[in-house]
């Protein structure tokens, strides 16, 4: 199966600097478009209507928070094959693992570097199994 | 912790046993574990904005700066990836306790560290008057350290 390229990407997280930081950063990938989210349930309104390549998700929401939102995102059939990347503060090897479990694509610590992001997504999107690409 | 108790002869007279309760400590250990998740996590998202506006700023994706701007930049940026890695260092507590910490060294040229040293420590320097000079070594000449380790 040819794989896909990564155009969409939403990102989701409930602090509006970080959001702006990520936007600039990933906006540095030519022919990358960048929407924002700013909680878990605006996330799948997003998602619904974007329909991404691949959504960004911050793990401490409040209200819905990263992991609910991907339980959610994987019990809705129109949702379910959108990837999801957690960016969690909290990495540590038990956690990243939980997160694998819960069936997320990849994880990506904070802080980050903002210059090499879009390199770490795209690195990540490659490992994706293309039927598993949205 | 059991012992066995052996008489003159050497013959086993008996057993000695010894229990500690370790719940409390045991809780303890949990509540320190717990707190320094918490608050590394707390650190962790406003510095992300931190180092991430000074990387890009440093970086050049919001455009150009003044030389002296991008000197006061370099700085702040360095010492904002300094910070991530001292918090960094204090989740490593929970693997040395664990004994899981590994030290990683790295190849890196012996100029460009002793810079970053000098960089690290002029302000603290400066505080106390004292001149900090540096003298190129070699060019080639590289070591393998551990750098974070070495410039503090």
């Given at each position: ?134 | ?31 320190k574990d717990?707190?320094i ?52 260092d204090i989740l490593d507590i929970e693997k040395i306790e664990?004994?899981?910490l ?51």
């Open positions: 199966m040819k794989r896909a390229q990564l155009q969409t990407l939403l990102y989701v997280d409930d602090e509006p600097d970080i959001r702006q930081i990520v936007q600039m950063a990933l906006g540095l990938a030519p022919g990358l478009s960048i929407h924002t989210g700013d909680s878990g349930e605006n996330a799948l309104s997003l998602a619904r209507t974007l329909r991404p390549d691949l959504v960004l998700l911050d793990v401490m929401m409040p209200g819905l928070d990263g992991p609910g939102t991907l339980t959610r995102m994987r019990s809705d059939p129109a949702l379910a094959q959108i990837p999801v990347v957690f960016m969690t503060a909290k990495a540590m090897p038990q956690e990243v693992a939980r997160f694998r479990e819960l069936g997320a694509a990849g994880v990506i610590a904070k802080p980050f570097d903002p210059m090499k992001l879009a390199q770490q997504v795209f690195a990540i999107w490659d490992t994706i199994p293309a039927g598993a690409q949205a | 912790v059991v012992t066995a108790l052996t008489g003159a002869d050497g013959e086993i007279s008996g057993y000695l046993g010894m229990l500690a309760d370790i719940t409390e400590r045991k809780k303890m250990e949990r509540m717990e707190f998740s918490t608050v590394s996590h707390e650190l962790r998202t406003p510095l992300t904005s931190i180092r991430g506006s000074l990387g890009l700023l440093a970086g050049g994706a919001a455009g150009a700066m003044s030389e002296k701007a991008t000197s006061m930049v370099k700085i702040a940026h360095q010492n904002s990836e300094r910070l991530v890695r001292i918090i960094n664990a004994g899981k590994e030290l990683h060294s790295q190849r890196i040229a012996l100029s460009a560290l002793l810079q970053q040293a000098v960089e690290v420590n002029q302000s603290y320097a400066d505080k106390y008057q004292v001149r900090l000079a540096l003298e190129p070594p070699a060019d080639d000449a590289a070591v393998l350290a551990l750098v974070d380790e070495c410039v503090d």
